[in-house]
């Protein structure tokens, strides 16, 4: 979904898992990235105002899974997932969270099928914030908040926000 809202185009996205690694979907999740890229470079330019958010379903680097060595081979980890989405943010996007927490083990995404997943910290960091060089230079904070995944029946994921010095 694409919006202009105060001057701030933003593009919201869900990437598809990818199920398995020999999956068709795993295929087609690598390919989304590339036509992203490619929707990027027609319609946008790095010195507007651009925040592309959503649930992306990759941890980009090892600092966003709890146990990286573990996950080589997971649709949400494989290489060739991480090359697919550091192709697409090679357009030249700023992970704004990753700016005011550069530190390993903040997560936004939670298996229900791990017990206290939240309270152990066991967790990945699928939601991002990338933001063009224009709008990350605006960029006063960013947080996950884990509240309202600590609620009773929350969703698998945490919000995950960011504060822009807008004029």
């Not at 933003?10 to 068709?24: D, F, I, W």
């Not at 507007?48 to 081979?73: I, K, T």
């Not at 947080?143 to 960011?162: K, T």
């Amino acid at each position: 979904m694409r919006a202009r809202v105060g001057g701030v185009t933003l593009v919201n996205s869900y990437v598809p898992q990818g199920r398995e690694l020999t999956h068709a979907m795993y295929r087609y999740k690598r390919e989304w990235f590339r036509r992203l890229r490619r929707y990027f470079d027609r319609h946008v330019r790095p010195d507007e105002l651009l925040l592309w958010c959503g649930d992306l379903n990759v941890a980009a680097e090892p600092a966003d899974v709890h146990a990286p060595e573990r996950y080589a081979r997971h649709v949400c980890f494989h290489v060739a997932a991480r090359r697919a989405l550091a192709g697409c943010r090679a357009w030249g996007f700023v992970d704004v969270y990753r700016r005011f927490h550069p530190e390993p083990g903040r997560y936004s995404f939670f298996d229900y099928r791990t017990p206290q997943a939240v309270q152990r910290n066991i967790g990945w960091r699928l939601d991002y914030l990338l933001a063009s060089p224009a709008l990350a230079a605006r960029a006063m904070a960013a947080e996950i908040d884990l509240a309202p995944r600590r609620a009773p029946r929350p969703s698998d994921h945490a919000p995950v926000w960011a504060d822009f010095a807008l004029d």
